[in-house]
């Protein structure tokens, strides 16, 4: 199951019968690949803004890497830059205990063999095996630490259910990223456009902001 933006604020809890809808707000960085996450900070005490979810983004073979906030949704990117919520389709998502530690949740088109799994002897030298919760993989080849899968889930279009979540600290420290980020989503009330460009002045230069859903 998957979900366009448009529906992060029902997910979220923040619309109920009768109220406003939330808007959500990416930030992300102009001409670098990431910036520091006291960034999000600065986000959080501009007015109207209700909720700051973290990420890091790694472009890196075979698959991409996001790191995210234990309790924040598991969003991906489509080809066109559109983000989009993933649904779990097994196992379970982080919990807050889970930052630092050596855990994932995969997408359902990430197989065991794009991490170096071979199989036995005896199975078809096609067969391709879906990485599933309890697995473990190495992430970052041989010389690299294993990971434990959580879950799984699944996204449309398939692309955008080839890529690995890690607790953000985790993905920090395993790319040696500490304290960047690469995408905020910024959750906010009332104006967009005004909160918009309030984020645009706090932050400076060095971000773009665009909305994302009303």
Do not use: C
Not at 68 to 90: F, K, N, Q, W, Y
Not at 108 to 135: C, F, I, P
Not at 144 to 154: D, I
Request: glycine share 12%; aromatic share 6%; no cysteine.
């Amino acid at each position: 199951m998957w979900r366009t933006a448009s529906g992060l604020a029902v997910l979220l809890g923040l619309v109920g019968a009768g109220a406003v809808e939330a808007a959500v707000l990416e930030v992300k960085p102009a001409g670098a690949e990431t910036f520091a996450q006291d960034t999000a900070t600065k986000a959080r005490a501009i007015k109207g803004v209700k909720g700051v979810d973290r990420y890091l983004v790694i472009k890196t073979q075979p698959h991409d890497v996001i790191g995210v906030d234990t309790d924040a949704p598991l969003r991906v990117l489509t080809p066109e830059g559109a983000p989009i919520e993933a649904g779990l389709e097994s196992g379970k998502r982080f919990r807050k205990e889970d930052d630092g530690k050596n855990v994932a949740i995969v997408g359902n088109k990430v197989y065991a063999e794009d991490y170096g799994y071979r199989g036995s002897m005896g199975q078809m030298a096609r067969m391709k095996h879906l990485l599933e919760g309890g697995q473990t993989f190495k992430l970052t080849g041989e010389a690299g630490p294993r990971f434990r899968v959580l879950g799984t889930f699944s996204a449309k279009p398939e692309a955008s259910a080839q890529k690995v979540f890690l607790p953000l600290t985790t993905a920090q420290k395993v790319f040696d990223r500490p304290g960047q980020l690469s995408h905020l989503f910024v959750v906010v009330e009332g104006d967009a456009e005004a909160v918009a460009k309030a984020l645009e002045s706090a932050l400076g230069a060095g971000v773009q902001v665009r909305v994302v859903s009303r």
